[in-house]
């Protein structure tokens, strides 16, 4: 059995200069966890493959074409591949999300 607590993970460079961390990165899947800092936002980008988001903690926006919900914990929210989105804390407190690409793309992100 393989154990990944999301704290030891290290933080990964990314364009949206948020915290980003790989937990699990195999030939089928891919799973990130993202953390939003009061105010932070992703940049709207697209994904070549479908994503979904599960809210682990605190309230932000989902963005997916042309739709904006605000989600809150315990909340999974569908994203097809190839719609643009982004994820957004106009909150005052926290907002993590784990990300989960199915399949792991080959192909890389596009950003807006």
Same mark, same amino acid.
């Given at each position: 059995? /393989?154990?990944?607590?999301?704290?030891?993970?290290?933080?990964?460079?990314?364009?949206?200069?948020?915290?980003?961390?790989?937990?699990?990165?195999?030939?089928?899947?891919?799973?990130?966890?993202?953390?939003? /800092?009061?105010?932070?936002?992703?940049?709207?980008?697209?994904?070549?493959?479908?994503?979904?988001?599960?809210?682990?903690?605190?309230?932000?926006?989902?963005?997916?074409?042309?739709?904006?919900?605000?989600?809150?914990?315990?909340?999974?929210?569908?994203?097809?591949? /190839?719609?643009?989105?982004?994820?957004?804390?106009?909150?005052?407190?926290?907002?993590?999300?784990?990300?989960? /690409?199915?399949?792991?793309?080959?192909?890389?992100?596009?950003?807006?």
């Amino acid at each position: 059995m /393989k154990t990944i607590e999301m704290k030891s993970s290290p933080e990964k460079p990314n364009p949206h200069n948020v915290s980003v961390r790989l937990l699990y990165d195999t030939e089928h899947a891919q799973a990130v966890h993202i953390e939003l /800092k009061p105010g932070e936002v992703l940049k709207k980008h697209i994904t070549p493959v479908d994503v979904f988001f599960y809210i682990l903690e605190g309230k932000g926006v989902v963005e997916i074409g042309d739709e904006q919900e605000e989600v809150s914990r315990d909340m999974l929210i569908e994203s097809p591949a /190839k719609i643009p989105h982004r994820l957004l804390n106009p909150s005052d407190g926290i907002f993590r999300v784990l990300v989960v /690409k199915v399949p792991r793309q080959t192909e890389p992100t596009r950003l807006l």
